[in-house]
């Protein structure tokens, strides 16, 4: 079982940064791709980007693409995403997740998941 611990959410102005971490419980960490995913009021989970195990290959959803970056460190057991130039229609809960596929942008590929960060982005 992978127990999944994101941090750094919060409430940002349009055109503004944060920086998420999900810290895993897991030594077995490298043995993962991992995904950010978020959610916002009404709508259905979607996609954000996903990282390979050893973090050479990345994927990214068109809305975010260009503007997030994921990352990671094995040796912390701890993968990142870097927003900038947020927008309004980034407001969501965030959530990362663990995957034994490869790289996975579906949510269904994905065994573990954490509890969520809220980030919200005003006008």
């Known amino acids: 079982q992978v127990q999944l611990v994101e941090s750094g959410g919060g409430l940002v102005q349009a055109g503004g940064s944060l920086r998420l971490s999900c810290a895993a419980s897991?030594?077995?960490?490298?043995?993962?791709?991992m995904g950010w995913f978020r959610q916002a009021p009404g709508k259905e989970r979607e996609f954000v980007a996903t990282?390979?195990?050893?973090?050479?290959?990345?994927n990214y959803a068109g809305s975010v693409k260009g503007r997030f970056t994921i990352s990671r460190d094995n040796a912390k057991n701890t993968v990142y995403l870097q927003m900038n130039s947020l927008k309004p229609e980034d407001t969501a809960v965030y959530y990362c997740?663990?995957?034994?596929?490869?790289?996975?942008?579906?949510?269904?590929?994905?065994?573990?998941w954490g509890q969520g960060t809220q980030v919200s982005v005003s006008s």
């Open positions: 990282i390979s195990r050893s973090g050479d290959i990345t």
């Open positions: 997740a663990a995957s034994p596929f490869p790289l996975a942008d579906i949510w269904s590929r994905y065994l573990y």
């Open positions: 897991e030594d077995a960490f490298s043995s993962y791709a």
